[in-house]
């Protein structure tokens, strides 16, 4: 089993990165003597790079002619913000109240949105096109008069301007944060938002607000925003909120009407009139819900069972498919994270202790059949993760540190421990009980005690009762060392909750980063971050190092300059023993009802379901006749 990801991921995760991608300045083209004079750009990246021009029709990995219609039911596998994928009783996604449903993104148009095949590159959608000051720190949106939202009133830049200042004073800690940069933004009329970023801002940040949801200022005139709420919000996106049962289902409705369908960003998207989400409270019965028909499209994310459970009647007729789509994105960290909040964890030896005990190449084989590899690195699976010893420009950005870091910070990145996969490395347990007398936890009793004589006790915080089997094992080598430890599963909600407040001792989390990380860095890893409350910080890392080097990382002027920067920060973070390293694989395990058309070429740097797939009636009947 593993956390659900995608760039973006499932259990634990959030999704990240620059944002949501669109398309294209929907005018005649400039010539390139009145562009340069114009200033108009049609979309934007981290460096200037895009590989589309200002003329393009569609992306290359959609089908244009893709037909409209049919339905397409999943468990989500991403969430945002203070969605659950176990349950809802709210509609507002972006606040730290209540637990959201998953898809609300889906009804709310932006900016800007990403395109698929390129690592941070946004394109237009509500606005039609950008201009960007020459210091970089003034960026005028010019919004396209046929952008409206679902009751037919017009979308102005006046609502684009109160959507993000509401969003930067009342949204989500996640969202607040990141707009830490954003000086200011205003509306001088409805066609033009100024949005102006402060100087050394995240090269990140302009894409980030580019990406977020565009509310109506007139709707929220008439009720509170932080609301947690169940009434239906309104809407600009390709969906609107549809059919719902509480903490069951939820259905989007594709706006037949809606004005941005013909965009070159939205051509070839989009496709299902209707978008379900299912939710269960377990993954079993979920599997089971899937076999029956209940649900028409899964990502699977439990080894046992991708291994074991595929082999239903459907499966033998063909009438559901299994495939596995690679995945480019980076992969990034998952594990068991400390709460360095809490003395018993501030020391960095006793961290290591536990990482000894953990043994991944039995979890691995016994498990998860053999089907992940482990994880080292909190840019796992991309090129901004640090191997061997530092190189010179490095070195450079490290060298100001020296005695203030580990001196492993300057060799070879810290690596978990091969162990010998008969689930108790009696060699490892034996440095790791080393380790936690040299820091100065003696057994007494027969029990491992702090300084002070007190007990070490840890408890194991989750909302997924599939995770069980990773953990006893784990617990039980921990017991082995005299430390008492034990697992609670508690549900959704009150996991939200508790994580939220930093109330655990170690729970697992799971993120990626995008391939342009930048000021998503500080939610994670720095000291402000620690001290807010349902920040993404969840091991609570305050080392000014770790600041400094996430500030080189938003100032690298150069991909490659990004590059070495993340790679100096990684090799401090696993320095910091933050984490107990899980597991990743570069794939993504598909199954779904032979119902769905799909175009030949996935997106390097998403999975397209369901964004780029549609339904087949012709595949739908046949399907039907077979069963």
Not at 8 to 24: C, F, H, Q
Not at 67 to 86: A, D, E
Not at 220 to 244: A, Q, W
Request: aromatic share 12%; glycine share 8%; charged share 25%.
């Amino acid at each position: 089993m593993t956390a659900r990801r995608s760039g973006l991921t499932r259990r634990n995760a959030l999704t990240l990165g620059a944002g949501a991608a669109a398309t294209l300045v929907v005018r005649p083209p400039l010539t390139s003597e009145a562009r340069a004079q114009d200033g108009e750009r049609h979309g934007m990246s981290g460096f200037g790079d895009l590989k589309y021009p200002a003329d393009f029709k569609q992306f290359e990995y959609v089908n244009p002619s893709a037909p409209k219609g049919g339905l397409f039911s999943q468990v989500g596998s991403t969430r945002q913000y203070n969605q659950n994928f176990l349950t809802f009783n709210s509609l507002n996604s972006y606040i730290f109240r209540g637990d959201a449903a998953l898809g609300m993104e889906r009804t709310f148009a932006t900016l800007m949105q990403s395109g698929g095949d390129e690592p941070d590159a946004m394109y237009g959608l509500a606005a039609r096109a950008v201009r960007i000051s020459g210091d970089g720190l003034t960026y005028r949106f010019l919004m396209r008069p046929e952008a409206k939202f679902h009751d037919g009133t017009p979308m102005t830049a006046h609502d684009v301007a109160y959507s993000l200042n509401i969003l930067k004073e009342k949204g989500h800690p996640i969202i607040s944060q990141r707009m830490r940069d954003v000086a200011g933004i205003e509306a001088p009329d409805d066609a033009t938002v100024i949005v102006r970023f402060v100087a050394g801002r995240g090269r990140d940040v302009p894409l980030f607000v580019a990406a977020l949801p565009i509310f109506s200022r007139a709707y929220y005139s008439k009720r509170p925003f932080d609301e947690s709420t169940l009434n239906i919000p309104l809407g600009s996106g390709p969906y609107k909120v549809g059919r719902f049962e509480t903490g069951r289902f939820i259905e989007y409705d594709r706006v037949k009407d809606w004005w941005g369908a013909a965009l070159p960003v939205s051509v070839g998207h989009n496709n299902f009139d209707v978008v379900r989400y299912e939710f269960y409270r377990d993954r079993d019965i979920a599997f089971e819900g899937f076999t029956g028909r209940s649900y028409l499209f899964r990502e699977e994310f439990t080894s046992r069972i991708w291994a074991t459970r595929y082999n239903f009647s459907a499966i033998k007729d063909g009438r559901v498919k299994q495939d596995v789509l690679p995945d480019d994105t980076p992969s990034g960290a998952q594990g068991w994270f400390f709460n360095t909040r809490r003395e018993k964890f501030k020391n960095r030896m006793l961290r290591e202790a536990f990482i000894l005990a953990f043994d991944f190449e039995w979890t691995n084989k016994s498990i998860m059949y053999g089907a992940y590899h482990r994880t080292h690195s909190v840019f796992q699976n991309s090129n901004m993760m640090a191997g061997g010893p530092p190189g010179a420009d490095e070195l450079a950005l490290l060298e100001p540190f020296r005695g203030k870091v580990p001196d492993e910070v300057f060799g070879e990145p810290f690596v978990p421990p091969i162990t010998d996969g008969s689930g108790q490395d009696r060699s490892l347990l034996r440095q790791a009980s080393a380790l936690l007398q040299k820091a100065g936890f003696p057994i007494k009793d027969g029990r491992r005690v702090l300084p002070n004589g007190e007990r070490i006790a840890v408890e194991f915080l989750i909302d997924d009762p599939t995770f069980q089997p990773h953990h006893m094992p784990y617990i039980k080598n921990l017991g082995t060392l005299g430390v008492d430890a034990s697992l609670r599963v508690v549900d959704p909600a009150q996991y939200r909750r508790r994580v939220d407040d930093f109330d655990f001792d170690i729970t697992v989390q799971r993120f990626s980063f995008s391939t342009l990380p930048g000021d998503s860095l500080r939610t994670y890893f720095t000291s402000q971050a620690a001290a807010v409350k349902g920040s993404q910080n969840l091991a609570g890392i305050a080392d000014p190092v770790v600041d400094a080097l996430v500030d080189k990382v938003i100032g690298a002027d150069s991909r490659p300059a990004l590059v070495t920067a993340c790679k100096a920060l990684d090799r401090v973070i696993r320095a910091g023993r933050y984490w107990v390293p899980h597991w990743y694989k570069a794939s993504h395990w598909i199954a779904y009802w032979d119902v769905f058309g799909r175009p030949p070429t996935k997106p390097r740097f998403a999975r397209g379901v369901p964004e780029t797939w549609w339904y087949d009636r012709e595949r739908a009947a046949k399907t039907q006749r077979a069963g």
